[in-house]
């Protein structure tokens, strides 16, 4: 396998089971990281330092002097707390309490915006327990930042998830080779590869990639690298799987257990008619409806 997690091995770790959970689906218009032209296709190129390409970062031991490993990316949420990356780069033993941290924008050995510890990791139990790679994906929480405990979606932004195959359209994929101090961009169409993966042919994405968001039109995260072979057994094919409603409801758990959310306004208490009528009436509510950033 070329990309490996924190451990450089398979790992397994047991954590509870989720129920599947019901989402609000909602188009959020956010910015793409780092749109390109279609001359561009199939060519890696250092990604310029923009506000969008912001929101990837490298995952590092500890701290900087630990070494970058693995990429990962904001993802929107309502605590503004949480990040996507591969399963296999955040073991939880090895990751969670601030073991791993997360630095947005790294590049040539700064962390431009500060840096956010991993609080707390999420994936499905079917990686956990039996290194599936049809479920290779986790979330995590991240703790407050090293720049005045600012939240990380505060300081550079978030994408919106989509849940379901981005095959048959471009996908911009950036990430952190092992040996680059700066991320690495590539647009190209995705393929389907089986009924759960899918890939895009990239040039030199090695190791250190595993958990590079793959972003369509629109800007939404569509998969991650990982996957079959934890990413792909060639620099020059990346893998993800497909998010699904599985990816779904681990979002959501995510989300939940980040920091408190702020609580919709109750609903309007419908004002007495003043005569009876035969009519129907229908009482519209004002309550807030939430946003769980995923798409169907």
């Known amino acids: 396998m070329k990309r490996t997690g924190i451990s450089g091995m398979?790992?397994?770790?047991?954590?509870?089971?989720?129920?599947?959970?019901?989402?609000?689906?909602?188009?959020?218009?956010?910015?793409?990281?780092?749109?390109?032209?279609?001359?561009?296709?199939?060519?890696?190129?250092t990604a310029p330092a923009t506000t969008a390409n912001?929101?990837?970062?490298?995952l590092f031991k500890g701290d900087l002097d630990g070494g970058h490993y693995c990429t990962a990316s904001v993802v929107h949420s309502s605590g503004h707390d949480l990040i996507v990356t591969a399963a296999h780069c955040l073991p939880p033993d090895e990751s969670e309490g601030g073991k791993a941290v997360f630095v947005p924008a790294y590049r040539d050995g700064t962390a431009p915006y500060g840096t956010w510890p991993v609080a707390s990791v999420y994936a499905d139990d079917s990686w956990n327990e039996?290194?599936?790679?049809?479920?290779?994906?986790?979330?995590a929480v991240l703790g407050p930042g090293s720049d005045g405990g600012k939240k990380v979606e505060d300081a550079v932004g978030g994408a919106?998830?989509?849940?379901?195959?981005?095959t048959g359209q471009p996908v911009t994929v950036?990430?952190?080779?092992?040996?680059?101090?700066?991320?690495?961009?590539?647009?190209?169409?995705?393929?389907?590869?089986g009924d759960k993966q899918q890939r895009v042919d990239c040039p030199n994405f090695p190791g250190g990639t595993s958990g590079s968001p793959w972003v369509v039109a629109g800007?939404?995260?569509a998969g991650v690298i990982g996957g079959y072979q934890f990413g792909g057994d060639d620099p020059d094919v990346s893998y993800?799987?497909?998010?699904?409603?599985?990816?779904?409801?681990?979002?959501?758990?995510?989300?939940?257990?980040?920091?408190?959310?702020?609580v919709a306004p109750p609903a309007?208490?419908?004002?007495?008619?003043?005569?009876?009528?035969?009519?129907?009436?229908?009482?519209?509510?004002?309550?807030?409806?939430?946003?769980?950033?995923?798409?169907?």
């Open 10 to 45: 398979k790992f397994s770790a047991k954590r509870g089971r989720f129920g599947a959970l019901s989402a609000v689906a909602v188009l959020m218009v956010i910015p793409m990281y780092g749109d390109r032209d279609a001359s561009e296709r199939d060519l890696t190129t």
């Open 54 to 58: 912001a929101r990837v970062g490298a």
């Open 130 to 139: 039996d290194g599936d790679q049809d479920s290779d994906v986790a979330f």
């Open 160 to 166: 919106p998830l989509l849940a379901g195959r981005a």
């Open 174 to 193: 950036t990430g952190y080779p092992g040996d680059s101090e700066a991320p690495q961009v590539c647009t190209n169409t995705a393929n389907a590869d």
């Open 219 to 221: 800007g939404a995260v």
């Open 240 to 262: 993800s799987i497909v998010f699904g409603q599985h990816t779904k409801s681990l979002y959501q758990l995510a989300e939940s257990a980040g920091d408190p959310k702020p």
């Open 268 to 296: 309007p208490t419908p004002t007495p008619m003043a005569e009876p009528s035969n009519s129907a009436v229908e009482v519209t509510s004002s309550r807030a409806v939430a946003c769980a950033c995923l798409l169907p």
